[in-house]
Nanobody
Framework: QVQLVESGGGLVQPGGSLRLSCAAS????????IAWFRQDLGKDREFVGA????????FYALSVQGRFTISRDHAKNTVYLQMKSLKPEDTAVYFC????????????????WGQGTQVTVSS
C-alpha cells in the first residue's frame, strides 16, 4: 500500500503563493499516478490536477490552469503542488491521492489518500 502525507498549507493573502507537498511511503511511488483534490466545508470535492506515473503527462482543472503547477521528485518520493496568484475561492482542504495507472479527475478511482492540509486565502 501507499501512505500519503500532505504538508505546506497555511494562511496566505490573495495573490500570494504556497507550495504543497505530498510525501509517500510504502510501495513504489513511481508506479502511481498522483492527483490533487480540494474540498471546502459543505462543498463537493473538486479535482485540481493530476500527474502520470512517469510524470510525462499532467493536466489541470480549468479553474487553476495557468496558476498551479504539479511536479514529481521520484528520488524524494514527493509530489508538489505549486500554487500562485491565489484567490479566496482557492480556500479548501487540499488532498493528494494515488492510484496505479489511474490518471483521472474522478476521485472514486484513487486507492490512497492523504489526511489533507488546509489552505486559507484571505486578506
Amino acid at each position: 500500500q501507499v501512505q500519503l502525507v500532505e504538508s505546506g498549507g497555511g494562511l496566505v493573502q490573495p495573490g500570494g503563493s504556497l507550495r504543497l507537498s505530498c510525501a509517500a511511503s510504502g510501495r513504489a511511488f513511481g508506479s502511481n499516478a498522483i492527483a490533487w483534490f480540494r474540498q471546502d466545508l459543505g462543498k463537493d470535492r473538486e479535482f485540481v490536477g493530476a500527474i502520470s506515473d512517469d510524470s510525462s503527462k499532467i493536466f489541470y482543472a480549468l479553474s487553476v490552469q495557468g496558476r498551479f503547477t504539479i511536479s514529481r521528485d521520484h528520488a524524494k518520493n514527493t509530489v508538489y503542488l505549486q500554487m500562485k496568484s491565489l484567490k479566496p475561492e482557492d480556500t479548501a482542504v487540499y488532498f493528494c491521492a494515488a492510484g496505479k495507472s489511474v490518471y483521472s479527475e474522478h476521485a472514486s478511482l484513487y486507492d490512497y489518500w492523504g489526511q489533507g492540509t488546509q489552505v486559507t486565502v484571505s486578506s
